[in-house]
Nanobody, 114 residues
Framework: QLQLVESGGGLVQPGGSLRLSCAAS????????MTWYRQVLGKERELVAI???????HYADSMKGRCTIYRDNAKNTVYLHMNSLKAEDTAVYLC????????WGQGTQVTVSS
């Protein structure tokens, strides 16, 4: 069954860290670009980071220097480690697989608040 399942979100204080995971199944994970987006209710989805099938990485300006994307092809999982979190990072974080087809996960809520 094809699916992307995000986990690792939650409530964190400003300045804190979180590691998000996106576990994939049902397609050839290693052949896909994996991306993280975030979305605030009422706003468009915003790209956070991309990791290609070859391991090249791009970060959007919004979180550049405060996040790290990496993938474990043996586990069919992509991760997003975020640090120095700010209130404005509060959003639903979603992963997206891009390749022969495009797949989205359901998202995981990240709330940054004291």
């Amino acid at each position: 069954q094809l699916q992307l399942v995000e986990s690792g979100g939650g409530l964190v204080q400003p300045g804190g860290s979180l590691r998000l995971s996106c576990a994939a199944s049902g397609f050839t994970f290693s052949s896909y670009y994996m991306t993280w987006y975030r979305q605030v209710l009422g706003k468009e989805r915003e790209l956070v980071a991309i990791i290609t099938s070859g391991g090249s990485i791009h970060y959007a300006d919004s979180m550049k220097g405060r996040c790290t994307i990496y993938r474990d092809n043996a586990k069919n999982t992509v991760y997003l480690h975020m640090n120095s979190l700010k209130a404005e990072d509060t959003a639903v974080y979603l992963c997206k697989a891009v390749g022969r087809n495009t797949y989205w996960g359901q998202g995981t809520q990240v709330t940054v608040s004291s």
